[in-house]
């Protein structure tokens, strides 16, 4: 080490760095740190300066805008002065609600989807039955849809139990196309090792892709329960966040599944998968069922990942003191996915390379990917999930936890990888390379 040098940062390795996995231009940033004591003692006063002045900042235009008032009282105002900048209506006429949040007067009890998507033809189509209640009086019921077309809508008044007794249901048929968007319910395919194309109906609904799936009101605060029947043909399987209930005959020799009705969620975290997939199964000391599933080409390639999922739930149970709370959970392979993984509750969906492991093949860093991402998308099962914040803006509070107990699930995993001391240097890189920005 050269004597001019008084300190320098310490990274973590190469092959364990997981942001370096992430994004590599962080990666190579960090690799240039190197600087005195001295200057680092300056840019940690004037960074603890900035991040006060931004606070105080933030604090105050919080406490003036209504959006996070909005969070534990009401809602949305509707924009007095409708101006021609407003948003318009499918029929041309000016929107009767202008703002970005639902109001707050009728809020979802549960929904009943129908759906009877057509692999064949690319196009789906459906039902929904949603029972609502309503808060105050209103003559306007707003809910989300997207790039459905809707064929019939219907509301009807119907009593409820409890204290609030006024309710309503909210009928609509809807239809639409199965396309490669990689948001809603979309089409992904894989190449059989014969070279046949098999399609895949699937779903990414986190932020807003559920109003392209069904009618809902499609806010993370808005919770319900679902209940979901799919029609499918017999070479199919569906899946759903909730175990299958029971299989029916329908039209033309196909079938319909109908899934036990969901715990209360968000829409975000509804999923549905049609596909011919196989899959391994598995289940916990408490008694989860737990399954992975991949094209019939790779189930070959799901073991570890079988192994991890059951090993993490089993910590997180433990851990955190409050029992998984559904009767499965079910991680499965897309071949044409966004994001790395979505944490739909007990319907995981990964990036094939986030849950795929072949020994002998994959190389060890691939295999502690897999386990982290297994790890992190299990963390939202509880954080996230079963605690959800009620709009986007505090999404950094499921997200920042995952991220950390992450490295503690995967360290259950495997101990020599260990990723708690990774963890660790992992902070001090990223605290570092903020340096390295100033
Ligand atoms: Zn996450």
Request: hydrophobic share 40%.
């Given at each position: 080490m050269a004597d001019d040098i008084e300190d320098v940062s310490f990274l973590p390795g190469e092959n364990l760095n997981r942001k370096s996995v992430y994004e590599p231009s962080v990666k190579q940033r960090c690799k240039q740190l190197v600087c005195s004591k001295g200057r680092a003692t300056a840019i940690v006063v004037f960074c603890a300066v900035f991040i006060l002045i931004i606070a105080i900042i933030a604090a105050f235009a919080r406490s003036g805008s209504s959006s996070c008032g909005k969070l534990n009282t009401v809602l949305a105002t509707p924009t007095p002065n409708i101006t021609k900048e407003d948003i318009y209506a499918t029929n041309g006429d000016i929107f009767p609600w202008q703002d970005i949040r639902l109001p707050d007067t009728v809020e979802p009890i549960s929904y009943d989807v129908f759906l009877d998507p057509d692999m064949k033809a690319l196009k789906?189509?459906?039902?929904?039955?949603?029972?609502?209640?309503?808060?105050?009086?209103?003559?306007?019921?707003?809910?989300?849809?997207?790039?459905?077309?809707?064929?019939?809508?219907?509301?009807?008044?119907?009593?409820?139990?409890?204290?609030?007794?006024?309710?309503?249901?909210?009928?609509?048929?809807?239809?639409?196309?199965?396309?490669?968007?990689?948001?809603?319910?979309?089409?992904?395919?894989?190449?059989?090792?014969?070279?046949?194309?098999?399609?895949?109906?699937?779903?990414?609904?986190?932020?807003?892709?559920?109003r392209q799936a069904f009618p809902c009101f499609d806010e993370p605060g808005l919770k319900a329960t679902f209940k979901m029947s799919i029609v499918r043909d017999k070479k199919h399987i569906a899946?759903?966040?909730?175990?299958?209930?029971?299989?029916?005959?329908?039209?033309?020799?196909?079938?319909?599944?109908r899934f036990q009705e969901s715990v209360k969620m968000s829409t975000y975290l509804v999923a549905f998968v049609v596909c011919d997939y196989k899959s391994k199964k598995g289940k916990t000391k408490s008694g989860v069922d737990v399954a992975v599933y991949a094209a019939e080409d790779q189930i070959d390639q799901v073991d570890f990942a079988l192994k991890v999922a059951i090993t993490v739930l089993e910590y997180?149970?433990?851990?955190?003191?409050?029992?998984?709370?559904?009767?499965?959970?079910?991680?499965?392979?897309?071949?044409?996915?966004?994001?790395?993984?979505?944490?739909?509750?007990?319907?995981?969906?990964?990036?094939?390379?986030?849950?795929?492991?072949?020994p002998g093949e994959s190389s060890d860093s691939d295999k502690q990917w897999v386990?982290?991402?297994?790890?992190?998308?299990?963390?939202?099962?509880?954080?996230?999930?079963?605690?959800?914040?009620?709009?986007?803006?505090?999404?950094?509070?499921n997200e920042g936890f995952a991220s950390y107990v992450e490295y503690l699930g995967t360290d259950k995993v495997d101990p020599t990888l260990k990723m708690v001391n990774i963890s660790v240097q992992f902070q001090k890189s990223c605290f570092v390379s903020l340096f390295s920005f100033l």
């Open positions: 789906f189509s459906g039902t929904v039955k949603i029972k609502a209640k309503i808060k105050a009086t209103t003559s306007l019921i707003v809910l989300h849809t997207k790039n459905l077309t809707l064929t019939t809508v219907l509301v009807k008044p119907i009593t409820l139990t409890g204290p609030t007794r006024t309710g309503i249901e909210i009928i609509i048929k809807f239809n639409a196309n199965i396309v490669s968007k990689l948001a809603g319910f979309y089409l992904s395919s894989y190449k059989t090792k014969s070279g046949e194309i098999r399609h895949i109906g699937t779903t990414q609904f986190q932020p807003t892709g559920a899946l759903f966040n909730m175990p299958l209930n029971k299989t029916e005959d329908y039209k033309n020799g196909r079938v319909v599944d997180y149970d433990d851990l955190y003191k409050i029992k998984y709370p559904l009767p499965k959970l079910d991680l499965i392979a897309i071949p044409d996915f966004s994001a790395g993984a979505m944490e739909n509750w007990g319907l995981v969906t990964y990036r094939e390379s986030a849950v795929l492991y072949h386990a982290v991402v297994i790890a992190h998308e299990l963390a939202h099962q509880w954080f996230g999930n079963l605690v959800t914040p009620k709009w986007w803006d505090d999404t950094w509070l």
